[in-house]
């Protein structure tokens, strides 16, 4: 069954402005990662929060873990057009086959305005 | 130089029909993946192979198989192709360490007639 809820499903801002999207989650992790995907293209791996950190930057990208609410917030700063994307949650689990596995969320459609 | 390509990008076929999508990647990674990525963006994990070994095997269909002939390539054969099938289908693949992040390729979109 599906592990990460994003939250809201669709964000629409202006150009430097920043972004927040929300992650959601239902059982034990050993690290949660968030995704970009272009229109029409693969997934791109943006960062990785083990299940024992609760915040990590690179470059424009925070991104926050709150195991104890299970949920996770991923901040784009000072948006750029390039940045309209989906951006996705994955949660991997913290045993057996499901730690090689990553569950997906539903995305947040974000659109970044010129 | 593409870390993980997946050919053919596009595939419309019939219903009934039997197809093949292919996966190669050069990242020298141990474990590979097929997702599919339903209309409503709902990315599903269907397959992983690590080291030619199938070690996830979610509730899919058997008409669908994954075939690796080494560790650089999974394909994924269809049979029996229905209109349900369609979707687009992403390979992957990561070093085989638990959690580790996955190399996407570009996707199939495969439409059923």
């Known amino acids: 069954s599906q592990q990460g809820e994003e939250d809201p499903q669709a964000l629409s801002i202006q150009e430097g402005e920043n972004a927040t999207m929300n992650c959601s989650y239902k059982?034990?992790?050993?690290?949660l990662q968030w995704y970009r995907q272009n229109s029409g293209r693969g997934l791109v791996h943006l960062i990785l929060i083990r299940s024992n950190e609760r915040e990590k930057h690179s470059g424009r990208l925070r991104v926050t873990l709150d195991t104890s609410k299970k949920s996770s917030s991923l901040l784009i700063t000072a948006s750029r057009a390039a940045d309209t994307a989906s951006y996705f949650c994955a949660t991997v689990g913290d045993s057996g086959a499901g730690s090689y596995q990553l569950t997906f969320g539903k995305g947040t459609k974000l659109s970044v305005i010129p | 130089d593409t870390a993980v390509s997946q050919t053919p990008k596009y595939l419309v076929t019939q219903m009934g029909n039997d197809k093949s999508i292919k996966c190669e990647q050069n990242?020298?990674?141990?474990?590979m993946y097929w997702y599919k990525q339903d209309s409503k963006k709902f990315l599903k994990i269907m397959f992983s192979y690590n080291n030619k070994e199938l070690i996830i095997n979610e509730t899919v269909p058997n008409r669908f198989s994954p075939k690796s002939p080494d560790k650089a390539h999974l394909n994924l054969h269809i049979n029996s192709l229905e209109l349900g099938d369609s979707a687009v289908y992403f390979c992957a693949s990561s070093r085989a360490v638990p959690g580790n992040e996955q190399f996407f390729g570009p996707g199939t979109r495969l439409t059923v007639l």
């Open positions: 059982t034990s992790i050993n690290n």
């Open positions: 990242l020298g990674h141990d474990t």
